[in-house]
C-alpha cells in the first residue's frame, strides 16, 4: 500500500531564516506530487505541483521554492522566511490518471 | 474559469440526524470529478468520496452520499446518521481528466451537536 511521509510536523522559525519541508511517498511509481499551504481557518492554496523528475510548476509567484530530486521526494524551501509563510503546509500525491490525491500529515509552520 | 463555491462557512447537526453541505462548480469543461475530504482538528486530510462528470448514478460511501446535479452544477455531501466525530472542516474539490491540479473550496465547518 502506499503511504506519504512529511516532516517535520512541527516548525518554528525566526523571520529571515531558511526553510525546509520534506516529502516521501512509499509504494508507488512517478506519482504527480503537489505541495499546498493551508492559512489558518481558510482553503487550501496549491504553491507547486510536480508531474516527474525535476519538473516543477508554480502556481504563486512568491518566496518559496520546490524542488523533485527523486521520484518520490518533493521538497518546499526558502532562503529567507516572511512572517506570512506561516500556515499549515500539505504534501500530496496523486497517481498519473486518476482524480483522488492523498495527503501527508502537514507541517505546521510558525514564523516568529 | 473553474471554481468552487462552498457558501456555509459554518453548519450545526444534530447527532444521529442527516446533513447536506452544499457545493457549486463552474467549469466549461465536460469532462472533470468531484470529491469531497474531511479536515478534522489534527489537520489531516481525508478523501471521503468522489463523483465523475459522467457517472449516471450518485456516488455512495457508507454514510456519505453525493447529490450530483449536473445541470445546476452542484455536488452536494450528504451525511447521514451524523456522529460527534464527524465534527470538521469539509472541503468540496474538482479536477480535469488529464489535468493536474485540484481546485478547493473554502471549506464548510460541521459541528454535531449531542
Known amino acids: 500500500s502506499q503511504t506519504i511521509h512529511q516532516w517535520p510536523a512541527t516548525l518554528v522559525q525566526p523571520v529571515g531564516s531558511p526553510l525546509s519541508l520534506e516529502c516521501t511517498v512509499e509504494g508507488t511509481s512517478n506519482p504527480n506530487l503537489y505541495w499546498y499551504r493551508q492559512a489558518a481557518g481558510r482553503g487550501l492554496q496549491l504553491l507547486f505541483y510536480?508531474?516527474?523528475?525535476?519538473?516543477i510548476s508554480s502556481e504563486v509567484p512568491q518566496n518559496l521554492s520546490a524542488s523533485r530530486p527523486q521520484d518520490r521526494q518533493f521538497i518546499l524551501s526558502s532562503k529567507k522566511l516572511l512572517l506570512s509563510d506561516s500556515g499549515f503546509y500539505l504534501c500530496?500525491?496523486?497517481?498519473?490518471?486518476?482524480?483522488?490525491?492523498?495527503f501527508g500529515p502537514g507541517t505546521r509552520l510558525t514564523v516568529t | 474559469a473553474q471554481k468552487i463555491t462552498q457558501t456555509q462557512p459554518g453548519m450545526f447537526v444534530q447527532e444521529k440526524e442527516a446533513v447536506t453541505l452544499d457545493c457549486t462548480y463552474d467549469t466549461s469543461d465536460p469532462s472533470y470529478g468531484l470529491f469531497w475530504y474531511k479536515q478534522p482538528s489534527s489537520g489531516e486530510m481525508i478523501f471521503l468520496i468522489y463523483q465523475g462528470s459522467y457517472d449516471q448514478q450518485n456516488a455512495t460511501e457508507g454514510r456519505y452520499s453525493l447529490n450530483f446535479q449536473k445541470a445546476r452544477k452542484s455536488a452536494n455531501l450528504v451525511i447521514s446518521a451524523s456522529q460527534l466525530g464527524d465534527s470538521a472542516m469539509y472541503f468540496c474539490?474538482?479536477?480535469?481528466?488529464?489535468?493536474?491540479?485540484?481546485?478547493f473550496g473554502a471549506g464548510t465547518r460541521l459541528f454535531v451537536k449531542a
Open positions: 500530496a500525491w496523486r497517481e498519473e490518471g486518476t482524480y483522488e490525491q492523498y
Open positions: 510536480s508531474v516527474g523528475i525535476g519538473q
Open positions: 474539490a474538482m479536477d480535469h481528466t488529464g489535468g493536474f491540479k485540484t481546485i
